[in-house]
T-cell receptor
Framework: DAGVIQSPRHEVTEMGQEVTLRCKPISGHNSLFWYRQTMMRGLELLIYFNNNVPIDDSGMPEDRFSAKMPNASFSTLKIQPSEPRDSAVYFC??????????FGPGTRLTVL | KQEVTQIPAALSVPEGENLVLNCSFTDSAIYNLQWFRQDPGKGLTSLLLIQSSQREQTSGRLNASLDKSSGRSTLYIAASQPGDSATYLCAVRLSFVNSGYELNFGKGTSLLVTP
């Protein structure tokens, strides 16, 4: 099993640009989570899906952030327009409905 | 909101030492608690999960304990090795909805084991 796949691994963009992060969960997992990690705030849950349906998006910082899961094997997190304070590592994780979440390697986003 | 605190933020020990990492949480009504390991530039790997009804879990040289009433958990690493160098995060499960769940993470303890 390839594990959770995220792309790109690194993204550098300029303020105001649109950024799209992608995630492919482990096959058969029915829950998907997006997290953001910064030195100041640690690891924060942004949104999670169950069976492709968003369950809780209360962690999404503002309307500039949106997430979709069009099918069981793909999810995107979009930031439009991006700002320097969005710079962080974004993790995707999936779960088969058991207690453990399996994390991807993360996307390091730098907004200049 | 559940607050999860990890002390110390960083720790450096010589190889072979036994060590303890601490995690505290403000709301004792948890479902379970997990310890994760994060290597630089990598994602998180689950090490141990303790259900709220359990007191401890063991895996190899790792032992995690849970005291719900006092809002504390410890991760004990025996005979530390340089390969144990990583950041260790504690996470508390808050709710269970439709087979999904949320985790509240501490900021982690960065461990360096020197040869």
């Amino acid at each position: 099993d390839a594990g959770v796949i995220q792309s790109p691994r690194h993204e550098v963009t300029e303020m105001g640009q649109e950024v799209t992060l992608r995630c492919k969960p482990i096959s058969g997992h029915n829950s998907l989570f997006w997290y953001r990690q910064t030195m100041m705030r640690g690891l924060e849950l942004l949104i999670y899906f169950n069976n492709n349906v968003p369950i809780d998006d209360s962690g999404m910082p503002e309307d500039r952030f949106s997430a979709k899961m069009p099918n069981a094997s793909f999810s995107t997190l979009k930031i439009q327009p991006s700002e320097p304070r969005d710079s962080a590592v974004y993790f995707c994780a999936s779960s088969p409905g058991s207690f453990t979440q399996y994390f991807g390697p993360g996307t390091r986003l730098t907004v200049l | 909101k559940q607050e999860v605190t990890q002390i110390p933020a960083a720790l450096s020990v010589p190889e072979g030492e036994n060590l303890v990492l601490n995690c505290s949480f403000t709301d004792s009504a948890i479902y379970n608690l997990q310890w994760f390991r994060q290597d630089p530039g990598k994602g998180l790997t689950s090490l141990l999960l303790i259900q709220s009804s359990q007191r401890e879990q063991t895996s190899g040289r790792l032992n995690a304990s849970l005291d719900k009433s006092s809002g504390r958990s410890t991760l004990y690493i025996a005979a530390s090795q340089p390969g144990d160098s990583a950041t260790y995060l504690c996470a508390v499960r808050l709710s269970f909805v439709n087979s999904g769940y949320e985790l509240n993470f501490g900021k982690g303890t960065s461990l360096l084991v020197t040869p």
